[in-house]
Nanobody, 115 residues
Framework: QVQLVESGGGLVQPGGSLRLSCAAS????????MGWYRQAPGKQRDLVAT???????NYADSVKGRFIISRVNAKRTVYLQMNSLKPEDTAVYFC?????????WGQGTQVTVSS
């Protein structure tokens, strides 16, 4: 079992920035892919960004150029820097640990973009 603890969510005005953090209870090296997903009320959970242990990244089209995912393997931590936030970015953001056929999820952190 891998525990994931997210932090950094909150209320921000449109155009603002937030940085989310996800601390894992296990090593995140090797074939572990870490990711961020989000779920708005009444909608399905969608991919935001993923990052491999080697630093390869993948982003949803809706966040390309605005969000940056990064990881510090020695700290077992993944970050999501979110810039130029829009109201449509409002959602609960979940951290994901993926290894083979196994997935673990954090409890989620609320991000609200509103004036």
């Amino acid at each position: 079992q891998v525990q994931l603890v997210e932090s950094g969510g909150g209320l921000v005005q449109p155009g603002g920035s937030l940085r989310l953090s996800c601390a894992a209870s296990a090593n995140i090296v090797g074939n572990v892919v870490m990711g961020w997903y989000r779920q708005a009320p009444g909608k399905q959970r969608d991919l935001v960004a993923t990052i491999t242990s080697g630093g390869g990244t993948n982003y949803a089209d809706s966040v390309k150029g605005r969000f940056i995912i990064s990881r510090v393997n020695a700290k077992r931590t993944v970050y999501l820097q979110m810039n130029s936030l829009k109201p449509e970015d409002t959602a609960v953001y979940f951290c994901n640990y993926h290894l083979g056929k196994t997935d673990f999820w954090g409890q989620g952190t609320q991000v609200t973009v509103s004036s």
